[in-house]
Each structure stands twice: as structure tokens, then as C-alpha cells.
């Protein structure tokens, strides 16, 4: 029955092959499939999880097959912020940096539904851990463009003591670190198995979180 609702609901979404959205028409197109009545139906019936994958396939599919473009448009659309506070503790400056996301009508509704508890250990409340979500595609997506270098990596890391250094989110998060982890796994396996879905990678943060309890 789940897998009948959700079928229904994606071929609902379908939209004409010849309009691939640019950018911000994807951020727009996911956004509003999140914040839609039918996505809210799928919440009730599915795991986090499972609403994940069903994010992930929609996107997949409005962009026909292009998973490099769909997951850079996962990157901005599932992004829980309209802008990122940005502060230079030398100088004394700071302002905000504003984010690509869509319009407010469909962005608060879309914030609210999305899924949020990604691992075991997610935190309880309204907003658990819905900021992983742009950790993890974007990482996703610069692994599977850059195959000859481990960029992925560095970027993530250099995103998070960014973030320390000019205070946008605090000092450096571990689990943050993981979701960029488990997100270049996700881009690197893609490359030869386009049938994998991003649940199977997040399902891995335990091993993870096991084997950074027993180096310590």
C-alpha cells in the first residue's frame, strides 16, 4: 500500500521531457514537491528515511536521469536556511550571505517537512538533523564529478573550519564531518550503480560513530 501511495504520487509529478529546469527552477520544483499535501501524505506512511529516497527520485526525475544537476539542486533546495550569517571576529563585520532557495509560500512549508531523523542518535524536536541533507548531496555531488581528486573531502572539511573560523555555525561538528562522509560514498558509488538509493548511506552512520568509539 506505501509503495502504491508513493507511486501514485510521483506519476502525479510528472512533468514534459523537454522541460528541464535550470537551477532555480529545480530548487523551486523540489521545494514545492516537500511542501505539497501529497508529500505530507507520504510522511504519515513512510520512514525519514524512505522520504529521503522519494525526495531524492523526484528530483531524479525532473532532470531526467542527470544526476549530477539533480543532486546540486538537492544541494540548495533542502538547505534549511535562506541565508548564512557571516561574521569576521578580527574586524568587528558581519552580514548576511544570502542562499538560492524558493519563494517564502513554499520554503517555510518545505522546511517543516523535511525528514529529520537521518540517524540513530538524531536529535529529538522540530529540527533534528535536516541541516545533513545539504551536507550530504553536496558532497554527493562533488564526488561524482571529481573522480581524480579527493575534493570532496577537502571541501567538506574546509566548509566546516570555514564555519568555525568566521563563526557561521560554531566550532567543528563530527557529525557534520560524517554526513559529508557519507555523502561522498553515496557520489562515488553512483558513478557504477545508478540504482542505489541515499538511505543505504545514511544507514551507515553507526558503523561510523562505532568505529570513532573504539580509536578513542
Known sequence: MKKLVL????????????DIPDLHD??????EYVSSDEFTKIKKNTSDLAQVDSIYSYAIRIYHNDYSEAMLALTFALVPYKE??????????????????AADSIYLPKNQNLPKKLFSDSPPGIYGDR???SHFFGNAFLSFNIRLFNFSEFIGIFIELFEEAFKIEGALDERDLIA????????????????IMPSE???KYDEFIQLINEKE
Open 7 to 18: 507511486i501514485t504520487f510521483l506519476i502525479s509529478f510528472t512533468i514534459p521531457a523537454q
Open 26 to 31: 529545480g530548487i523551486a520544483l523540489i521545494s
Open 84 to 101: 548564512v550569517p557571516l561574521k569576521l571576529p578580527l574586524f568587528g563585520i558581519s552580514w548576511d550571505v544570502p542562499l538560492p532557495c
Open 131 to 133: 541541516d545533513k541533507l
Open 180 to 195: 559529508n562522509e557519507l555523502g561522498k560514498q553515496f557520489g562515488e558509488a553512483l558513478q557504477n550503480n545508478i540504482h
Open 201 to 203: 548511506f545514511f544507514r
